[in-house]
């Protein structure tokens, strides 16, 4: 696997966009009061944002930042190229006067952002229209959870979701790629709950011959725990994890072996637009969910919009170019200009690429490169 990193990395020029190099949000010539009605080509509406608070992360997983292409030479981002926390509320109660009611900060890891717990705050106190706060959450390895768990509480985090491939000790490890301990996420898990979240999921990404043989076992653990546990598609984002269709499980496969063990049922989803495709236990000791990005694609439902951690607005997981929303924010526009931007960007979405993505290794070498999951937010 390392070898088949390695040949179709080796030659990778990590890809972010260099400052001020994105599109011209297209801000238009005649202004119009800001809604939430923007429709994309596809009649998609925007709803969510998540933002990546910093490229950096801890952990070197296999399938999101390995090690051949993240190490001492990346050129991760300087502080100046960051948005600021205040670039960042201001952008969020401009996404918010515009139908957007979920944040979800994300990364790289999000915990490493010095004092991310004063971001949260700020956000804490922004209201949609209606005067309602927003659905603020965040993803995380759980690394440092221990220590900031009750900080983040405090501060207004409302949901957490946490990553953990695996309760094998050994797989783990070979999936984070820096010796990290199943314990110490599980320590996190213990702290988000003892800091009095309530609803706590925990991602699962099924990597086919590496991890897939945990799924029962974490399907157990969790089972009864008021966790909710979702399994995600290995998937092609970026352009440096030697994707493969070979090595992604799919999801009805995950239901069928947690199902010959522990029955299960589907239900309904929360609201339209849920990634996650939702089961429950038959004997009523949780749920789990299933999101299928390769093998069953929801582009058709996609109301979320990303900003990276440079502040360049992407339209879709899997792009290849970004919008400069920083240029705009630290030029004098108006927050109706930066409206008017983001309505007119969104309005000319056309991309649906899990439905067209074709099932083999990406070649870094031909073609356009995606930018890396890590920039644009997970
Ligand atoms: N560092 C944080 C974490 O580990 O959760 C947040 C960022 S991470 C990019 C967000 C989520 O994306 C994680 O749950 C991670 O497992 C998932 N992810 C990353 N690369 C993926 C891939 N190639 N396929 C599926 N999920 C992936």
């Known amino acids: ?3 088949k990193i390695l040949s179709t990395t080796s030659k990778v020029i990590p890809i972010r966009i260099d400052e001020g190099k994105g ?8 202004l119009v009061a800001p809604h939430g009605n ?5 009649g998609r509406i925007l709803r969510d944002l998540r933002i990546s608070v910093t490229d950096r992360c801890n952990f070197r997983c296999t399938y999101c930042m390995p090690k051949e292409v993240f190490d001492q ?11 600021s926390f205040e ?3 201001r952008l969020t109660s401009i996404f918010s006067t515009l139908g957007v009611e979920k944040i979800r900060l994300t990364g ?31 993803t995380t390895n759980g690394s440092i959870l221990r220590k900031k768990a009750t900080a983040l509480k405090a501060a207004g985090l409302q949901r957490l979701t946490i990553s953990l491939d695996g309760l ?10 820096v010796d990290f301990p199943v314990a110490d996420v599980l320590d996190g898990i213990a702290a988000a709950q003892e800091a009095g979240f309530e609803n706590i999921k925990i991602n699962m990404v099924v990597k086919k011959g590496t991890n897939d043989h945990e799924i029962v076992a974490m399907a157990k653990h969790f089972k009864g725990s008021g966790v909710t546990l979702r399994f995600i598609e290995f998937m092609d984002v970026g352009s440096s994890n030697g994707w493969n269709m070979a090595e992604v499980l799919p999801s009805k496969e995950v239901i069928a072996r947690i199902h010959a063990v522990f029955p299960l049922e589907a239900i309904e989803a929360n609201y339209s637009g849920e990634v996650a495709q939702r089961w429950r236990y038959v004997d009523g000791s949780g749920e789990i969910g299933v999101i299928s990005s390769v093998t069953q694609t929801f582009c058709h439902e996609c109301t979320r919009a990303r900003i990276s951690t440079d502040g360049q607005m992407y339209l879709c997981l899997f792009a290849n170019e970004g919008f400069d929303f920083k240029t705009l924010l630290r030029s004098d526009n108006s927050d109706a200009e930066i409206a008017n931007a983001i ?36």
């Open 168 to 177: 094998d000790d050994g797989i783990f490890k070979k999936m984070n790629d």
């Open 343 to 378: 309505m007119n960007t969104w309005a000319a979405r056309d991309d649906h690429y899990s439905e067209i993505r074709g099932s083999h290794t990406a070649d870094p070498s031909t073609g356009s490169r995606k930018v890396e999951m890590s920039y644009i937010g997970g």
């Open 108 to 138: 790289g890891e999000p915990l490493l952002r010095k004092n991310l717990e004063v971001l949260i705050a700020m956000l804490a106190k922004v209201r949609t229209p209606d005067g309602k706060p927003l659905d603020l959450t965040l």
């Open 1 to 3: 696997m390392v070898e």
């Open 73 to 83: 030479n990346y050129p991760y981002l300087s502080h100046k190229e960051l948005l």
């Open 87 to 89: 670039e960042i509320t």
């Open 38 to 42: 923007t429709q994309d080509k596809r």
């Open 23 to 30: 599109l011209t949000p297209p801000i238009g010539a005649q």
